[in-house]
């Protein structure tokens, strides 16, 4: 096991701090993984959410999102993983998020310089006239949720078949590029193009400190992660946080 001591020292004297999150880090906040063992595509096909099937069958989409996403991750609340994070940019220490989830959850936590790579569950947008609206003011009573012209609402998440928003990739990749450490949490490191983000900051010179805490070994571990803690993301940020008071 690596040395919390010495993990805290690099964050506290880190120029730009930067943190990649993945799934794993909303698992303790009761949401399932997407892949893995009981991930969610265990269970489920994911074609409910290509985009091509979405314009087909939205009503069929609707169905299987309304279960799957959108209860869990309204019900959500952000845990200690989260909090930390929040605390440390509320610090200045931190200076933004890279995160593939779309369950709002750093937000929550009172994150700001969130730069969302899939997309976010928190707003729908009309496929017809492009009209935008907070999920909080959608009824899912009747499915396809619908605009005000008749247009059926899709959740602003990036679809498979999908392209990241280009403003969000370029956001992403100069944190990447600013970084000089760099927290990687809860993820395969196998989604691109989100994954290139950690390599980006290793690659570039000087290279970013690579900081990983995973359940278990990723496509990063022993190939770019300086450091890596096997454990769940609540626990290495309790740590964490109580060797940064010291």
């Given at each position: 096991?690596?040395?919390?001591?010495?993990?805290?020292?690099?964050?506290?004297?880190?120029?730009?701090?930067?943190?990649?999150?993945?799934?794993?880090?909303?698992?303790?906040?009761?949401?399932?993984?997407?892949?893995?063992?009981?991930?969610?595509?265990?269970?489920y096909d994911p074609k409910f959410?290509?985009?091509?099937?979405?314009?087909?069958?939205?009503?069929?989409?609707?169905?299987?999102?309304?279960?799957?996403?959108?209860?869990?991750?309204?019900?959500?609340?952000?845990?200690?993983?989260?909090?930390?994070?929040?605390?440390?940019?509320?610090?200045?220490?931190?200076?933004?998020?890279?995160?593939?989830?779309?369950?709002?959850?750093?937000?929550?936590?009172?994150?700001?310089?969130?730069?969302?790579?899939?997309?976010?569950?928190?707003?729908?947008?009309?496929?017809?006239?492009?009209?935008?609206?907070?999920?909080?003011?959608?009824?899912?009573?009747?499915?396809?949720?619908?605009?005000?012209?008749?247009?059926?609402?899709?959740?602003?998440?990036?679809?498979?078949?999908?392209?990241?928003?280009?403003?969000?990739?370029?956001?992403?990749?100069?944190?990447?590029?600013?970084?000089?450490?760099?927290?990687?949490?809860?993820?395969?490191?196998?989604?691109?193009?989100?994954?290139?983000?950690?390599?980006?900051?290793?690659?570039?010179?000087?290279?970013?400190?690579?900081?990983?805490?995973?359940?278990?070994?990723?496509?990063?571990?022993?190939?770019?992660?300086?450091?890596?803690?096997?454990?769940?993301?609540?626990?290495?940020?309790?740590?964490?946080?109580?060797?940064?008071?010291?």
């Amino acid at each position: 096991m690596e040395n919390m001591q010495k993990i805290a020292q690099i964050i506290k004297s880190a120029k730009y701090l930067t943190a990649f999150t993945g799934a794993g880090v909303s698992v303790e906040s009761g949401i399932p993984p997407f892949r893995g063992a009981g991930g969610l595509w265990e269970k489920y096909d994911p074609k409910f959410i290509e985009i091509d099937f979405f314009y087909a069958y939205p009503t069929e989409s609707w169905q299987e999102m309304k279960k799957i996403f959108f209860s869990s991750m309204n019900e959500a609340q952000p845990n200690t993983a989260h909090k930390v994070l929040a605390e440390l940019e509320e610090q200045g220490i931190l200076k933004g998020i890279i995160t593939q989830n779309i369950d709002n959850l750093h937000q929550k936590a009172g994150s700001k310089n969130v730069q969302e790579f899939h997309g976010t569950i928190n707003y729908l947008t009309c496929i017809k006239c492009g009209a935008r609206y907070p999920l909080g003011e959608v009824k899912l009573d009747s499915l396809p949720p619908l605009c005000g012209c008749g247009g059926v609402l899709k959740p602003d998440f990036v679809f498979y078949g999908e392209g990241i928003n280009p403003q969000v990739y370029d956001a992403s990749t100069m944190l990447a590029l600013n970084s000089d450490v760099m927290l990687v949490i809860g993820t395969s490191g196998e989604v691109m193009p989100a994954c290139s983000m950690p390599v980006l900051a290793k690659r570039k010179t000087p290279p970013a400190v690579i900081i990983e805490i995973n359940t278990l070994p990723s496509a990063y571990t022993g190939v770019i992660s300086d450091y890596y803690f096997e454990e769940k993301a609540g626990e290495f940020f309790a740590k964490l946080r109580q060797e940064l008071k010291k």
